[in-house]
């Protein structure tokens, strides 16, 4: 069953996005085979920090801004929880488990929001993370091939990693450093000015991003530029 | 107890190791012993090879140097470097008549008092990962049946450590993974730490630590670790570069 799923699935992959290296084709091919806005692979480090692989569109790459921001949302639900978090319809009063986030995804064209966890038995990578921008749940089906796409994620992604060097992520696994980059300097620089730890210097920073309604990443760029200067 | 019950019990035994805590060593011992208590044979060896297609012994039934030796040997040649290489069931009926096929196992097998020998191979499809090797005292060869049941067994201990190996390989690329992901974070946390403490900007703050890993022969990340943690600072940095 599971072994005609995942060739069904592979076809259509090759089908939609034939010249895309494996990581990307599910990437791209997920949003196109669930009907969803948008999706993307996002690996979890041990500090709950995420780092996009792939985003099959724009909309999608905000997600990871954001939770990281609020320190909230389905992605770092299912990481934490090992568990597929299925939320059809982000206005709804069951959405209260992460408020600020629904609200800001709500913003940003998030409408339903499903969270699929990277994982073979206790080996947890990160998430695939899907959104559309109209309410409504995964069907039956969706939802199986979902977790079929998810398994071949996981495992094209170690594969990625098995032609790599001793503490190097796998060719194409880095995705775009630019930004991420920029968050995660401010971060140190935050704990050098105020003598903190790194986990404090993230804490002020969303703290900074939340009280102002900016992203974590807007609030890096002025600590970097010098423009900001976070208080003890 | 019967033997139909032992040879099942043989093989629950070989099969638990798929579902609990997996002991390599165990397995392949449990499995040379039990051909020696199960058929008529008088010593039972078993080999694995390696990646680079060289044999070792990993379980007998006996642990005398001299039986060691045997399977040592076959390295050059012998019924169980035949059966890894054909992947297919390697039968000697009388070792004293078998120099020309190899000349020094040959001499060997007889001189520990052995006088026939079969190999069955332990393979999964096309992968042929070592050999089952049988030695018996008398001329001769095993009944049909009893070839079959020890190429079952050869079959459940073979489908045990190749699960084993590939669990072993996901959970080490997983851990890769992580900590390439950790560096990369902790490399730009510690060029913010770097930028603000030796005030360069962040090209710079790379640079200097990126010289000193190559300077120390250390690898980046653990500079940005030390850098972190103030283990070295900046002058320090500074100073090297």
Not at chain 1, 147 to 153: R, V
Not at chain 1, 184 to 208: C, K, N, P, Y
Not at chain 1, 214 to 223: E, P, Q
Not at chain 2, 56 to 76: A, C, D, I, K, W
């Amino acid at each position: 069953m599971a072994r005609e799923r995942r060739a069904r699935l592979q076809e259509r992959l090759d089908h939609i996005a034939p010249n895309d290296p494996p990581v990307q084709q599910i990437c791209i091919g997920s949003a196109a085979i669930l009907a969803v806005t948008g999706s993307t692979v996002i690996l979890m480090s041990d500090e709950e920090i995420g780092a996009t692989v792939v985003a099959s569109n724009v909309g999608a790459t905000a997600v990871e801004d954001l939770q990281f921001t609020l320190g909230e949302g389905p992605c770092l639900q299912a990481w934490r929880t090992g568990q597929a978090v299925l939320e059809p319809e982000l206005l709804d009063a069951s959405a209260a488990r992460w408020p600020e986030f629904s609200r800001q995804a709500v913003a940003t064209g998030a409408r339903a929001v499903f969270a699929l966890p990277l994982q073979l038995g206790a080996i947890r990578l990160g998430v695939l993370y899907l959104y559309r921008s109209a309410p409504g749940m995964l069907s039956s089906e969706q939802l199986a091939d979902g977790f079929e796409l998810a398994a071949m994620a996981t495992a094209l992604l170690l594969d990625a990693q098995a032609g790599a060097a001793q503490g190097e992520l796998g060719a194409g696994l880095a995705g775009d450093w630019t930004n991420r980059g920029i968050v995660h300097q401010a971060t140190g620089m935050v704990a050098a000015q105020l003598g903190v730890s790194l986990a404090d210097a993230i804490a002020r920073l969303r703290a900074r991003a939340f009280g102002t309604g900016r992203s974590v990443y807007d609030v890096g760029v002025d600590v970097l530029e010098r423009r900001i200067r976070l208080e003890e | 107890m019967t033997r139909e019950a032992q040879l099942n019990e043989t093989f629950v035994e070989l099969a638990d190791t798929l579902v609990s805590p997996f002991d390599v060593a165990d397995v392949l011992h449990t499995l040379a012993t039990r051909c020696v208590d199960l058929f008529d044979v008088d010593g039972a060896g078993l080999v694995l090879a390696d990646q680079a297609g060289g044999l070792h012994v990993v379980g007998s039934s006996v642990e005398q140097t001299r039986m060691l030796e045997l399977f040592e040997v076959q390295n050059e040649e012998g019924p169980c470097l035949d059966c890894y290489r054909t992947g297919e069931l390697v039968v000697e009926e009388d070792l004293e008549q078998s120099h020309a096929r190899w000349p020094s196992f040959a001499q060997e097998a007889v001189a520990a008092g052995f006088r026939s020998v079969q190999a069955v191979p332990m393979r999964l499809r096309e992968d042929v990962i070592g050999a089952l090797n049988l030695f018996r005292q008398r001329p001769g060869r095993l009944p049909e049946t009893d070839v079959y049941a020890c190429q079952a067994l050869a079959d459940v201990a073979t489908i045990s450590l190749l699960q084993d190996r590939a669990v072993r390989e996901v959970r080490l690329l997983a851990e890769q993974l992580q900590l390439a992901l950790n560096n990369r974070i902790v490399i730009e946390q510690a060029k913010g730490v770097l930028s603000e403490r030796a005030d360069v900007d962040m090209d710079a703050a790379f640079s200097l630590m990126r010289g000193y890993a190559r300077n120390h022969n250390v690898v980046l990340a653990n500079v940005a670790r030390d850098v972190i943690d103030g283990r070295v600072s900046a002058s320090v940095l500074q100073q090297r570069s």
